[in-house]
Nanobody, 117 residues
């Protein structure tokens, strides 16, 4: 059974940092492009960042330089380091695994990030 479990969300003041984690089932992690998405109230879900099995990264243009994605093969975990957070970063952040050879995609349950003073 595929499982993606996010953690690390919470309330942070503007300018602060958070690191999100997404632990994936070992059977899919090594074969998947891992992505982070977010969905703010009343808005569509959008790509934040993604990292391929070889470590190539891709970011939403508006987030380059503030957000950083990485993956740890030994821990089957993908991370999203978020710096200089702004109120507009408030959203539910979701982890997604897309299996390279099949295209099948799996989502985590989401973790809330709130940026407010």
């Amino acid at each position: 059974q595929v499982q993606l479990v996010e953690s690390g969300g919470g309330l942070v003041q503007p300018g602060g940092s958070l690191r999100l984690s997404c632990a994936a089932s070992g059977s899919i992690f090594s074969a998947s492009t891992m992505g982070w998405y977010r969905q703010a109230p009343g808005k569509q879900r959008e790509l934040v960042a993604a990292i391929t099995t070889s470590g190539t990264t891709n970011y939403a243009d508006s987030l380059k330089g503030r957000f950083f994605v990485s993956r740890d093969k030994a821990k089957n975990t993908v991370y999203l380091q978020m710096n200089s957070l702004k109120p507009e970063d408030t959203a539910v952040y979701y982890c997604r695994a897309t299996i390279v050879y099949s295209g099948s995609a799996y989502w985590g349950q989401g973790t809330q990030v709130s940026v407010s003073s």
